[in-house]
């Protein structure tokens, strides 16, 4: 059993789970509503300026993006719990275990398996809205694959993440605490951001930090700066400061790679520990 067949019969077992045609109809309902929310922005504030034009279009764009990444952070987390603990509980996994098959090469096409929903949805949902702003208000961002990448690159890493907490815990605790840590990493953002705009040194401390020790909240800001007009940082930057969906600067090439990093190494632990876990 290859790699790439344990990856393609995780896609399959994936499509069959109730998480995803929930995911599905939120997305759906998330679209539906930023559609209607995006056209009513010209009707109600048409007497806006063009830079004023851009915030609101930048600031809602990238607060509806936060709501996909949410709703492929549920996904991710709770498709991944059940990948190992959810077989080892059931059985299916010795089935697998029995054959003349490396522990490392199942979880590896699992774990690629679960690259592909991921990054698929991001890109799927991800253009729709994309295409969506530009029908409704006319903006594009200036760099929408970039944001797009970089919103896949998050959900890796969550899964990753999840994969890793499935090798040692039960399948609905790993995706619980995957998506808490998920959202306390955002929320210490936040406060980060807040921290740098009132020059308070140890509160930024908090969002580098976690940053680091989870590389998806900046992975948004990353994409964020993506989404929106250059043009605002230099013309509207007090708009900037401490704004939870506004990003002063983009990702350096060495985060980037940090990132990377990070998730082989998750990916590493998550091998060991399914190497040494009894089925």
Do not use: C
């Amino acid at each position: 059993m290859t790699v790439l067949t344990v990856a393609a019969l995780t896609l399959q077992e994936a499509s069959r789970r109730r998480v995803l045609r929930a995911l599905a109809v939120m997305t759906v309902v998330l679209l539906g509503l930023s559609a209607w929310g995006f056209s009513r922005i010209d009707a109600t504030f048409g007497g806006m300026t063009s830079g004023e034009s851009r915030i609101a279009a930048a600031t809602v764009l990238n607060l509806v993006m936060f709501g996909l990444s949410l709703i492929s952070a549920l996904g991710s987390a709770f498709l991944a719990g059940p990948t190992v603990a959810g077989e080892i509980e059931s059985g299916i996994a010795l089935a697998i275990l029995t054959r003349p098959v490396r522990r490392s090469s199942v979880l590896v096409g699992k774990w690629l398996g679960l690259v592909g929903f991921g990054t698929g949805f991001v890109a799927v949902a991800g253009l729709a809205q994309l295409l969506i702003v530009r029908v409704t208000v006319g903006y594009w961002p200036p760099q929408p694959v970039t944001g797009l990448a970089l919103l896949a690159a998050q959900a890796v890493a969550l899964l990753t993440l999840g994969l890793l907490l499935s090798t040692v815990i039960s399948p609905m605790a790993s995706g619980i605490v995957s998506v808490g840590l998920f959202g306390a990493t955002w929320i210490a953002g936040v406060v980060g951001a807040v921290g740098q705009a009132l020059g308070n040194p140890s509160l930024t401390q908090v969002g580098t930090v976690s940053r680091m020790l989870l590389p998806t909240d900046g992975l948004w800001r990353g994409a964020m700066h993506a989404f929106q007009d250059p043009t605002l940082i230099t013309q509207f930057s007090e708009a900037f400061e401490g704004h939870p969906f506004l990003s002063q600067t983009g990702l350096t090439a060495a985060y980037v790679a940090w990132a990377g990093v990070w998730v082989a190494v998750v990916l590493g632990l998550a091998a060991a520990a399914f190497h040494r876990r009894d089925v």
